[in-house]
């Protein structure tokens, strides 16, 4: 029985390892693993707990930007992976393939650039004055102004958000041994930074650093691996064969429904708790939640891999295959999400019991727990959604 065990721990062991997209988003987690107690510690060390609950704050107002993309991100990827179908791209060449279905997508692929530029600018312009006008109200001068760390996140992210387009067209060609490389640099490069930041004293100035890397040393690096000439070919296709309100926008209606509800159930709390009861539990709250989307996280590692593919296989009329790869989808789901909740409530009670000043920073236990629980249905909730959105 122990073999049996053991050689199905192995088979699921090799389905993160045999795809190198998946390969390198696993590394990617797995560095987050080892820097995240290091992170979590910086932040605890070198923040004041009123800088820790501004520290959150800025990531729960940055996730107001669903409100401007609307669930645009997810259905220009799930819709270009469609009707890319069976084509082929080439660095050289540019893409390749059906001439009918060629046009199609480079027209889609056009339109979904010259979207995320104009939503990239709205982001960067609506976004940044919320935020500055609600952290200058609610602070009150009780602490340095922070407004400045603000700006220079979100002027990065802005411009960052306008880049993802050329990320969305490489995973939707399921580029993604490539995107997920750069993603992991990336992140190795912004935590770093980020660290070394907080260690000089530069306080929120860090958020910043890691804005910056995050954006900047992703897109660009992938733009030049597709090839500046297939990002040519795609801006000389014809936008007439594109309808933004007959294919984009009656996918993103309902996708902008579980944005909307998912700030309200996830990122609304730390604006509520700084407004209300002040920076410090802010921080404690805006722990919590982050402890319970790191499981979310690790626990559709693999599923989101499988996304651009998936819309691959709807889009050249693969049924069979598309179902079966979504069922195995979720049950390599579900053991992901038993293990790793089961590693993170063991690590969260050993910090309450060996390290009090840290555990202080988080929730109790029940609290976690129900935080995880909660990391559980939205992942199941993501990969039911993923089926339907395929199509």
């Keep these: 029985m122990c073999s049996q065990l053991g050689a199905r721990l192995r088979s699921f062991g090799n389905l993160f390892l045999a795809d190198r997209g998946v390969r390198y988003s696993l590394l990617s987690r797995l560095f987050t693993i080892v820097f995240g107690p290091l992170t979590l510690l910086s932040i605890g060390a070198f923040l004041r707990p009123e800088e820790q609950g501004v520290y959150y704050v800025f990531g729960s107002l940055l996730q107001l930007g669903a409100f401007i993309d609307l669930g645009f991100s997810k259905s220009a990827q799930q819709l270009l992976a469609h009707a890319f179908g069976s084509l ?4 050289n060449g540019g893409f390749i393939g059906n001439q009918e279905r060629l046009a199609k997508f480079l027209a889609t692929a056009k339109a979904v650039i010259q979207t995320y530029a104009l939503l990239g600018l709205t ?52 580029l993604l041994a490539m995107t997920n490389k750069w993603r992991l640099i990336s992140e190795i490069f912004g935590i770093i930074i980020f660290l070394l930041v907080l260690a000089m004293g530069g306080g929120l100035w860090a958020s910043a650093a890691l804005a910056f890397s995050r954006c900047f040393l992703t897109a660009i690096p992938v733009s030049f691996c597709i090839g500046l000439s297939t990002l040519r070919q795609i801006m000389s296709a014809h936008g007439t064969d594109f309808s933004y309100r007959a294919e984009i926008l009656p996918l993103q209606l309902r996708n902008m429904i579980s944005y909307g509800m998912g700030f309200l159930i996830f990122y609304c709390y730390t604006p509520l708790a700084l407004s209300l009861s002040g920076a410090i539990t802010a921080g404690l709250i805006g722990m919590s939640l982050q402890i319970g989307n790191i499981v979310q996280s690790f626990s559709t590692l693999w599923f989101n891999a499988q996304l651009p593919l998936m819309g691959n296989l709807a889009g050249g009329g693969s049924r069979q295959e598309l179902l079966d790869l979504h069922n195995k989808g979720t049950k390599v789901t579900l053991l992901s999400w038993i293990l790793v909740s089961s590693g993170v409530i063991f690590a969260a009670a050993t910090g309450k019991a060996i390290l009090p000043a840290m555990g202080a920073r988080y929730g109790s236990l029940p609290e976690i727990i129900l935080f995880i629980i909660g990391s559980g249905g939205l992942a199941w909730a993501h990969v ?8």
């Design 88 to 91: 082929e791209i080439n660095p």
């Design 123 to 174: 982001l960067l312009v609506i976004l940044g004055i919320v935020g500055h006008f609600y952290l200058a109200r609610t602070l009150h001068g009780t602490m340095p102004n922070p407004t400045g760390p603000w700006w220079a996140i979100i002027t990065s992210i802005g411009i960052g958000f306008g880049l993802q387009s050329i990320l969305t067209i490489a995973d939707a060609a399921n």
């Design 384 to 391: 039911r959604a993923a089926f339907v959105r395929a199509y």
